[in-house]
């Protein structure tokens, strides 16, 4: 994995240590090929252990950051109203350690390319970045309006969310609790509950209501702009319920089975998140997607409607209440959360925790 920025003109692929059965393995899935850069076309953002590419559309007045869960790219195939700058997280940290650089880069960009509107789409735990980045986008220029559309986002990283069981989430706290940079980042950015709070934002999230853990992160969302989209199902995939809506049945069974596939797939672009959180039964997957009630909105116009959505002007009570809240969760963030893991593990709040066997691949008990 390199550690400079990498911008390429199709998803990122294996590294070549990877072994020959995954290279087999992942060779499976086309690669498309993106169209071909215009003669006006904006130069990319360079931010380290990031990828990203930028797909012109009809309407170039109108910009989507797509941020994708994993390392390949997601929605790669589809014509987005406007311009598309694809954006992946190579380390996997929920766009944490790169999201004050990226968010700065992107505001530039956004100038640079003259754009009108623009949307932070994610799923997962790009979902939780494409909230993170609206939000410090928002800060960096309070005078225009940035929208997000999240599908089953991740809200609370920290402190501890015992609700959250993906493997990427036990990664990153494993990670912060040895390097400070990271655990700075996770006690300052870790909590996206409030995005909706800020006066120049407006977010659209989406999540399935019979996913425990989609209803538990949904209800942590608060703010004066915020739009909440419940759709009956089980999956974490609530993307899914959309882009497949309408499709024949061997057509929805032929991408289910694909999906199931690719989740037990091993290589460096293996998402064992979408392997721990895929439905138990795909039968059941196949009966929710295909009885999905028809007034269901397609993807296109969930675009739609979160461009077009106008965040509603805050009070002077609200920016204050807004202000007070959000002091509240740095200063209690940074005496929470890490102290309580090890209190929970059987160390003393201040001390250093001593190395246990196997500690490095454990999961992280729950408090």
């Given at each position: 994995?390199q550690?400079?920025?990498v911008v390429?003109d199709?998803?990122?692929?294996?590294?070549?240590?990877?072994?020959t059965?995954a290279?087999r393995?992942?060779?499976?899935?086309?690669?498309?090929?993106?169209?071909?850069?215009g003669?006006?076309?904006?130069?990319?953002?360079?931010?380290?252990?990031?990828?990203?590419?930028?797909?012109?559309?009809?309407?170039?007045?109108?910009?989507?950051?797509?941020?994708?869960?994993?390392?390949?790219?997601?929605?790669?195939?589809?014509?987005?109203?406007?311009?598309?700058?694809?954006?992946?997280?190579?380390?996997?940290?929920?766009?944490?350690a790169?999201?004050?650089?990226?968010?700065?880069?992107?505001?530039r960009?956004?100038?640079?390319?003259?754009?009108?509107?623009?949307?932070f789409?994610?799923?997962?735990k790009?979902?939780?970045?494409?909230?993170?980045?609206?939000?410090?986008?928002?800060?960096?220029?309070?005078?225009?309006?940035?929208?997000?559309?999240?599908?089953?986002?991740?809200?609370?990283l920290?402190?501890l969310?015992?609700?959250?069981?993906?493997?990427?989430?036990?990664?990153?706290?494993?990670?912060?609790r040895t390097?400070?940079?990271?655990?700075?980042?996770?006690?300052?950015?870790g909590?996206v509950s409030?995005?909706a709070?800020a006066?120049?934002?407006?977010?659209?999230v989406?999540?399935?209501?019979?996913?425990?853990?989609?209803?538990?992160?949904?209800?942590?969302?608060?703010?004066?702009?915020?739009?909440?989209?419940?759709i009956?199902?089980t999956?974490?995939?609530?993307?899914?319920?959309?882009?497949?809506?309408?499709?024949?049945?061997?057509?929805?069974?032929?991408?289910?089975?694909?999906i199931?596939?690719?989740?037990?797939?091993?290589?460096?672009?293996?998402d064992?998140?979408?392997?721990?959180?895929?439905?138990?039964?795909?039968?059941?997957?196949?009966?929710?997607?295909?009885?999905?009630?028809?007034?269901?909105?397609?993807?296109?116009g969930?675009l739609?409607?979160?461009?077009?959505?106008?965040?509603?002007?805050?009070?002077?009570?609200?920016?204050?209440?807004?202000?007070?809240?959000r002091?509240?969760?740095?200063?209690?963030?940074?005496?929470?959360?890490?102290?309580?893991?090890?209190?929970?593990?059987?160390?003393?709040?201040g001390?250093?925790?001593?190395?246990?066997?196997?500690?490095?691949?454990?999961?992280?008990?729950?408090?």
């Amino acid at each position: 994995m390199q550690d400079d920025c990498v911008v390429r003109d199709r998803p990122p692929v294996p590294a070549a240590r990877a072994s020959t059965e995954a290279r087999r393995s992942l060779s499976d899935a086309p690669r498309p090929t993106p169209a071909s850069p215009g003669p006006g076309d904006l130069e990319l953002p360079a931010v380290p252990d990031v990828v990203l590419e930028h797909r012109p559309g009809e309407d170039r007045r109108d910009l989507i950051v797509v941020c994708s869960p994993s390392r390949r790219f997601i929605l790669y195939r589809y014509a987005f109203p406007g311009d598309a700058l694809f954006v992946s997280d190579l380390k996997g940290f929920y766009y944490l350690a790169v999201a004050r650089k990226l968010a700065r880069e992107l505001v530039r960009f956004i100038d640079r390319g003259g754009y009108e509107r623009v949307l932070f789409l994610g799923t997962s735990k790009g979902g939780f970045g494409a909230l993170l980045l609206t939000r410090l986008c928002a800060r960096l220029r309070p005078d225009r309006t940035f929208r997000a559309l999240a599908f089953s986002p991740q809200v609370r990283l920290h402190p501890l969310n015992a609700d959250l069981y993906f493997p990427s989430y036990r990664r990153l706290r494993r990670v912060a609790r040895t390097r400070f940079a990271m655990r700075a980042a996770l006690r300052l950015h870790g909590d996206v509950s409030r995005v909706a709070d800020a006066s120049n934002v407006h977010a659209t999230v989406v999540y399935a209501t019979d996913n425990p853990t989609d209803l538990a992160e949904a209800n942590r969302l608060g703010g004066r702009n915020l739009r909440k989209v419940p759709i009956a199902g089980t999956s974490h995939g609530s993307i899914l319920y959309f882009t497949l809506q309408g499709r024949p049945e061997s057509y929805v069974r032929g991408r289910i089975a694909r999906i199931y596939a690719r989740a037990k797939r091993r290589g460096q672009d293996h998402d064992q998140d979408l392997f721990a959180s895929r439905p138990k039964d795909p039968e059941q997957f196949l009966r929710e997607i295909m009885l999905a009630p028809s007034y269901l909105p397609t993807l296109e116009g969930l675009l739609q409607e979160a461009l077009a959505a106008a965040p509603r002007p805050l009070s002077a009570g609200e920016r204050m209440a807004a202000s007070v809240r959000r002091l509240a969760q740095i200063a209690g963030g940074a005496c929470r959360g890490f102290s309580r893991e090890r209190q929970v593990r059987g160390h003393p709040a201040g001390g250093r925790p001593a190395r246990a066997k196997n500690s490095s691949t454990g999961p992280i008990p729950k408090s």
